[in-house]
Each structure stands twice: as structure tokens, then as C-alpha cells.
């Protein structure tokens, strides 16, 4: 360590190390709770108690599918609270330390927005009546309204339940449009190659040809690969901005005006609106359409894949073609205004059961509404610091600048994805790696607003530190984490769905 910054020597990153090294210790793997006791409990078994319980003839369900005896592990609460506390330590999550997983936005969840959705009056039943969920409805309508604002469109859909889910909700929106407008004949959409692979599984889904488009050598928009791609056959441009090295479009005006010429519509991928909140309005860009990622902009968390919330926002020639039921003011009168669920006229139909993933919907709405105009402006501009600033503390290059919410930078020589298993080692969550493709064994950071700069040298530290390592640790990372490389190419292919006792060989 002595020939390194002394960055590199944060005993706090040693700290980490150490903890979890005490969780290997004593064996890498925390029993099943039938296995840490192997005694029983007996539960029913119609055994005098006069209860109208299902094992006493009371079930609908055939005998053979109803079981009058339930084996129970005889545990105390402690040790049932060990061993869940045991469990939440053997992962890392956005409550052990930083995630900076580029493109992601792993930020921490505020547990007030928790709290708000775990109202009993969040979780009113869908089928009720609307005169009975008027304040529902209204929130539904104010999240539309807010989401409009931010975004700079006319209307919105809080259907889709993931952003992938509201790119090809925007999608089949341009599509009806283009329909509607006896321009059916357009097949073609527009994707930038460094762009989110969601964008180009989304328009093949919606039906369209997938037109790859190049990156110029400063990382962005390369306008004449994109002249050269749009003719009468174009449907779309696919664009987030900034884009996925972090660099916003300057030309987004120009590249506006050439997509509306030739009669195609402007996609707005919204994973990236952390870095824009407050400042600039993708509407405002010349974007047409647009999905918000509210699981990443707007607390929730998502990792392990869900759930999530991905509402598309149109500008107003696209409205009647949105999604069905959308919530609006019925108007009955100013002072105490109603809300009503209304079909826009040429929906393309429904995309999820209900409202989508209300209470997700609940969160968002909670967290914007607590910060309000001005916490949304710091969120950005913080977020934007925190990734200059961390970018300037670590010895990989970052080939390129100015970047704003996040930044790519390359491993080098070092393979990217050995890099992330090594972070592991040292208490800290690993960016993403290896995408995009234009910059050799990438990794793509975010560190988002919520990290104080404490945080941040600790990041800093475990890049640095491993920037400084040899391949052979490397390829051996992780060390210190309960479980090592997992071969995940098995646990795709041939999972094992059933439980099986520790040490049994049956298949
Ligand atoms: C996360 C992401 C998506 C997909 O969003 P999900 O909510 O995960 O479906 C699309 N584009 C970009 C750039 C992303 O980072």
C-alpha cells in the first residue's frame, strides 16, 4: 500500500473488509430454518379443537390437496431474528454502502416514502368505486400533472410497469399515430449504438426495422450517420440525453428539427432525467415522447429487478392514443373538484392490469411532492458534482468529457468485470461494467446525489486500490464475500427450483 495515494489507505475500506470477512468465518452458508432445528412443532390435525378450520372437512379443496398436519421448526424469536439479520448481512444493498451502478440510478429510497405508501388508505382495492377513491384518484392525477411539468409534456400514462415496459408503450403510441395519420408505410426507428439495450428490444417488439446509427468521436450524435439514416421510412429517433456516456446533446435542437422534417417523432429515454431534474425539460428539447423511470429518478428501490413504474409522457398531437383508463378532472365544480378515469379516444388499449404498480406510483409521488421545485433542482446539481468529483479522484482514465449524473470509465488493461468482483473485497457496490461498448472494458459510474463526499474518497479508494492490483488477484476476486464467482451460466440454464436438504444428492 505504501508506494500508493493515501487515499488507498482508507481504514474505513480495511473496516469493511473485515466485516464481512467475520461472516465467511463461520461458514459460508446460514442454515434453512428446518435445518438449524430438528425438532417439530405439530400444528391442526383436527385434534379436538372445534375451530371450522379446512383440515375438519370445512375445505372446498379435494382431500388430496389439503394437509391436516403442518411441521413446524421449534425456534425463539431471537433466533428467528438472527437468522434473518444474518441473511440481510450476507448481501450488499443500497443500506450497506454506495451502488454506483451507471445508467442505473441505484439512489437510496427516503423510508418516509415507505411509510407514505404503507398507509392503510394507499392501498384501497382497484375495483371500488370512483365516487369512493376520489383522493386516489386525484393523486393519480396530480403524479400525471407532475410528471408533465418535469418532463415538459401535455399528457401522461401511469400504466407501464418498467421503463422498458414504457418504451414500447411509447413506441405503439407513435406507431397508432402514424396509422391515424395514413403513414403506416414507416417502419424504421432510430437507435444510437451506445444507447440502453431495452431501446432496440422495444421497437422490434413494436413491429419496426431497428436502424443502428453510429457515434461521432466526441460520444455523441454523429449528424450526418443520422442525415443519412432518415428518410420517409422513419418512425423514430430512440435518444436519452444526456446520453449513456453522461454527455448531453448539444445538437439536440438541430437533431430535433431533421427527425420532424422528414416526419418521424422524437423518443425520449428517461433513465437519465437525474441528471436534467429542474433544469431542462425534454419537451422543451423537441422530444414528442417519453418514458420516466420513476424507480430511478424518484425513490423506490429496484434492485433485484423490480417493481417498477415506467409512465410515458406525450406531447399533445400524441395524447388520444395513450393508453386506457388515464384519470382526469371531471370539473363538477372549482371549489371542490372530482376526479373521474376516462378511455383518450383512439387508445391503443390497456397495457397492465389497473393503475400499474400503484403503490410504486404512491412513492413517487411522495418524494416529489416533498421535494418540490427546488429539492429537485439540488438533486441534479448535486448529482452532477458527485460524479465530476469522484471521476477526478480516481486514477482510471475517463476518455469522455464533460460528463454530467455519470461517467465511463475504462479499466485499461484490467478486464472490468474482474474489477467489479474485486470492488466487492473492499466494502463498496461495483459500477456497472462493460457497456457501453465504445469504451474499452468500461465502467460506467453513478454515484447519484445521496453520497456525502466521505463516501465518495471511500469509492475512490477501492477503485484506487484495485487499479493497483495484479490480474491474478483479480481473476481470484471475491475473497471476503459469502458467496465467490457463482458460475451463472448453470444457475441460468439448469436452476433448481425445489429445496433440497443440505448434503442430500437427489437431483
Ligand atoms: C434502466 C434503463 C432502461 C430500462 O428501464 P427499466 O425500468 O429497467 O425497464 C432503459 N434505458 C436506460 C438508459 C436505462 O438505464
Redesign the pocket.
Known amino acids: 500500500m505504501s508506494d500508493r495515494d493515501e487515499n488507498d489507505a482508507d481504514p474505513r475500506a480495511a473496516q469493511v473488509r473485515y466485516d464481512q470477512a467475520r461472516y465467511v468465518e463461520n461458514g459460508e452458508y446460514e442454515p434453512l430454518l428446518s435445518e438449524k432445528d430438528q425438532t417439530r412443532v405439530e400444528i391442526g390435525g383436527g385434534d379436538g379443537d372445534d375451530g371450522d378450520d379446512s383440515a375438519d372437512g370445512g375445505s372446498p379443496l379435494p382431500d388430496d390437496l389439503t394437509r391436516d398436519s403442518l411441521e413446524l421448526p421449534e425456534l425463539s424469536e431471537p433466533e428467528l431474528a438472527r437468522h434473518y439479520t444474518r441473511l440481510s448481512q450476507m448481501i450488499y444493498g443500497i443500506d450497506s454502502g454506495p451502488y454506483p451502478l451507471g445508467?442505473?440510478?441505484m439512489k437510496y429510497n427516503p423510508k418516509f416514502t415507505e411509510d407514505v405508501a404503507a398507509l392503510p388508505k394507499a392501498a384501497v382495492h382497484p375495483d371500488r368505486s370512483e365516487r369512493s377513491t376520489q383522493g386516489t384518484l386525484e393523486l393519480m392525477y396530480r403524479l400525471q400533472d407532475y410528471l408533465g411539468r418535469i418532463g415538459g409534456m401535455d399528457a401522461v400514462t401511469l400504466q407501464p410497469p418498467?421503463?422498458?415496459?414504457?418504451?414500447f408503450v411509447g413506441i405503439r403510441v407513435a406507431a397508432a399515430y402514424h396509422e391515424h395519420n395514413g403513414e403506416g408505410h414507416r417502419d424504421e426507428v432510430i437507435i444510437p449504438e451506445s444507447?440502453?439495450?431495452?431501446?432496440f428490444a422495444s421497437a422490434a417488439l413494436g413491429g419496426y426495422d431497428v436502424v443502428s446509427l453510429p457515434s461521432d468521436d466526441g460520444g455523441r450524435v454523429d449528424l450526418e450517420a443520422l442525415e443519412a439514416a432518415l428518410s420517409e421510412n422513419t418512425a423514430a429517433l430512440m435518444l436519452?440525453n444526456p446520453n449513456?456516456l453522461g454527455l448531453f446533446e448539444r445538437d439536440i435542437e438541430e437533431i430535433a428539427e431533421m427527425v420532424h422534417d422528414v416526419g418521424g417523432l422524437l423518443y425520449y429515454?428517461?433513465?437519465?432525467l437525474n441528471a436534467l431534474l429542474g433544469r431542462a425539460r425534454p419537451g422543451d428539447m423537441g422530444f414528442d415522447v417519453m418514458?420516466y423511470?420513476v424507480?430511478?429518478t424518484f425513490a423506490t428501490p429496484?434492485g433485484g429487478g423490480g417493481p417498477?413504474a415506467?409512465p410515458v409522457g406525450v406531447v399533445d398531437e400524441l395524447a388520444p392514443f395513450l393508453p386506457a383508463p388515464r384519470v382526469r378532472e371531471n370539473g363538477e365544480s372549482e371549489s371542490e373538484p372530482g376526479y373521474e378515469l376516462f378511455d383518450p379516444e383512439h387508445t391503443i388499449g390497456k397495457v397492465h392490469g389497473y393503475q400499474g404498480n400503484w403503490l410504486v406510483l404512491v412513492k413517487a409521488f411522495a418524494y416529489i411532492a416533498r421535494l418540490g421545485d427546488e429539492g429537485l433542482t439540488d438533486a441534479s446539481a448535486t448529482a452532477v458534482l458527485n460524479a465530476n468529483y469522484l471521476a477526478s479522484r480516481i486514477e482510471y482514465e475517463v476518455p469522455y468529457e464533460p460528463f454530467h449524473h455519470e461517467f465511463v470509465a475504462s479499466a485499461g488493461g484490467q478486464d472490468a468485470a474482474d474489477v467489479a468482483k474485486r470492488m466487492l473485497d473492499y466494502g463498496v457496490h461495483p459500477p456497472t461494467t462493460k457497456w457501453p461498448e465504445i469504451v474499452p472494458e468500461a465502467l460506467m459510474t453513478e454515484p447519484t446525489e445521496v453520497e456525502g463526499k466521505g463516501t465518495l474518497d471511500r469509492l475512490a479508494a477501492a477503485f484506487n486500490a484495485v487499479a493497483g492490483e495484479d490480474d491474478e488477484t483479480l481473476a481470484d476476486a471475491p475473497e471476503r464475500t459469502t458467496a465467490r464467482r457463482i458460475d451463472q451460466t448453470s444457475a441460468a440454464r439448469s436452476p433448481r427450483l425445489s429445496w433440497q436438504a443440505l448434503g442430500s444428492d437427489e437431483e
Open positions: 445508467s442505473c440510478t418498467a421503463g422498458a415496459a414504457g418504451e444507447a440502453h439495450g431495452t431501446n436519452t449513456t429515454d428517461g433513465a437519465n418514458h423511470n424507480h430511478k429496484h417498477g415506467g
